[in-house]
T-cell receptor, first 114, second 117 residues
């Protein structure tokens, strides 16, 4: 069965420092992978997605993620974190090739220190 | 971008009562909507897939008689928690897929927090 693991429950990064949030997935075929951000009181917002092609995906707000099949990973990165990036981040994999129901990881809470 | 709205955003009810949560796609038609449940500090757990004009498909372990889902139109899906109990207290989130869109074109509502006393 499909699953997503986000090993880090909580990460604190200094403002201006680089960020990497880890995500590992389990899926039999080529996965459709996503990163979402959830801010308090707001719905989930799509940061980026990977379906096929270039394994380095660019998203909104300066985020990028790299799909590594050999490591079953889809880590999210940002070169310089801003205080407004503090939020909950979820990695997700599509449940199947045809549908769009998503299986989410448990999330990583990002705190940004000044 | 496309907007999905949930109502109410917060509801408190007594044990044994039923609560209805609405999920609306405001500026697009959604043939498919998804309902998730999120516990504090936990991931989103898919409850069911709702297709306009047909019965919802429930995930394993989700009681369909407990969580009634109706997708009566292309812009509205409702989740009714029947005979709610304190253990049903949670954050319920819907997402909608625009008609004709490819995989991943999902838009999420802001969530509805249910507290059962």
């Amino acid at each position: 069965a499909q699953s997503v693991t986000q090993p880090d429950i909580h990460i604190t990064v200094s403002e201006g420092a680089s960020l990497e949030l880890r995500c590992n997935y389990s899926y039999g075929a080529t996965p459709y992978l996503f990163w979402y951000v959830q801010s308090p009181g707001q719905g989930l917002q799509l940061l980026l997605k990977y379906f096929s092609g270039d394994t380095l995906v660019q998203g909104i707000k300066g985020f990028e993620a790299e799909f590594k099949r050999s490591q079953s990973s889809f880590n999210l990165r940002k070169p310089s974190v801003h205080w407004s990036d503090a939020a909950e981040y979820f990695c997700a994999v599509a449940k199947n090739q045809a549908g769009t129901a998503l299986i989410f990881g448990k999330g990583t809470t990002l705190s940004v220190s000044s | 971008g496309a907007v999905v709205s949930q109502h109410p955003s917060w509801v408190i009810c007594k044990s044994g009562t039923s609560v209805k949560i609405e999920c609306r796609s405001l500026d697009f038609q959604a043939t498919t909507m998804f309902w998730y449940r999120q516990f504090p500090k936990q991931s989103l757990m898919l409850m069911a897939t709702s297709n306009e004009g047909s019965k919802a498909t429930y995930e394993q372990g989700v009681e369909k008689d407990k969580f009634l889902i109706n997708h009566a139109s292309l812009t509205l899906s409702t989740l009714t928690v029947t005979s709610a109990h304190p253990e049903d207290s949670s954050f319920y989130i819907c997402s909608a897929r625009a008609s004709g869109s490819g995989t991943g074109e999902l838009f999420f509502g802001e969530g509805s927090r249910l507290t059962v006393l």
